[in-house]
């Protein structure tokens, strides 16, 4: 069944470590985002991609990083948590004529301590 | 700037019909989506509107006027299920198709 995946689905880490959200999708789709969403608040767009090797950073100031080498794969890392990074972060994905909209896996709940 | 602007809840009786209002600023307009999310979940697709009119879906119709910057996601023959906040979304073709959510409506059906 076509879905996109996300791993962990929460994350409890400490201050300082090195992390990586994993995010795969099975539905053949270009397009490729991570949100950033607060309890309540609206989702913040921080990484995004159009195909294989192409990377944009979104709108939200963020100390992640992303690649894309592969098209169903589109991991997120933080080379240093922080506790300012304690948020959920939902993937993406779409295909180029957006009119089914986005695809959004499960998310993950991070808590940095 | 990018501004979209909806209420922050909305209370609603089940069997009732409720309208959620969505009012945006932004450049670039592509197109319009309605997402609904559960609780402790992630956001599910309802709708897509990147034409002026009404598109209506089963239980579930989204208008757009692209002059007025408005839209609106009518829920007909409400049911407890229905319970959650719903997100406005614009798709932007400025800096290559960027979509930026509303923070949502969060709405409550009572029985």
């Known amino acids: 069944e076509a879905d996109i995946y996300q791993t962990p689905r929460y994350l409890v880490i400490g201050t300082g470590k090195k992390i990586t959200l994993e995010c795969s999708q099975t539905m053949g789709h270009d397009k490729m985002y991570w949100y950033q969403q607060d309890p309540g608040m609206e989702l913040h767009l921080i990484h995004y991609s159009y195909g294989v090797n192409s990377t944009e950073k979104g709108d939200l100031s963020s100390e992640s990083t992303v690649s894309r080498i592969r098209t169903e794969h589109f991991p997120l890392t933080l080379e240093s948590a922080r506790p300012s990074h304690t948020s959920q972060y939902l993937c993406?994905?779409?295909?180029?004529?957006?009119?089914?909209?986005?695809?959004f896996g499960s998310g993950t709940r991070l808590t940095v301590v | 700037g990018q501004n979209i602007d909806q209420p922050t809840e909305m209370t609603a009786t089940e069997g009732a019909i409720v309208q959620i209002n969505c009012t945006y600023q932004?450049?670039?307009?592509?197109?319009l989506f309605w997402y609904q999310q559960h609780a402790g979940e992630a956001p599910t697709f309802l709708s897509y509107?990147?034409?002026?009119g009404l598109e209506e879906k089963g239980r579930f119709s989204s208008f757009l006027s692209r002059s007025k910057g408005y839209s609106y996601l009518l829920l007909k023959e409400l049911q407890m299920k229905d319970s959650a906040s719903y997100l406005c979304a614009v798709s932007l073709n400025t800096g290559g198709f960027k979509t930026i959510f509303g923070a949502g409506t969060r709405l409550f059906v009572k029985a």
């Open positions: 993406a994905s779409s295909d180029w004529g957006q009119e089914g909209g986005y695809t």
């Open positions: 509107n990147v034409l002026d």
């Open positions: 932004t450049s670039g307009f592509n197109g």
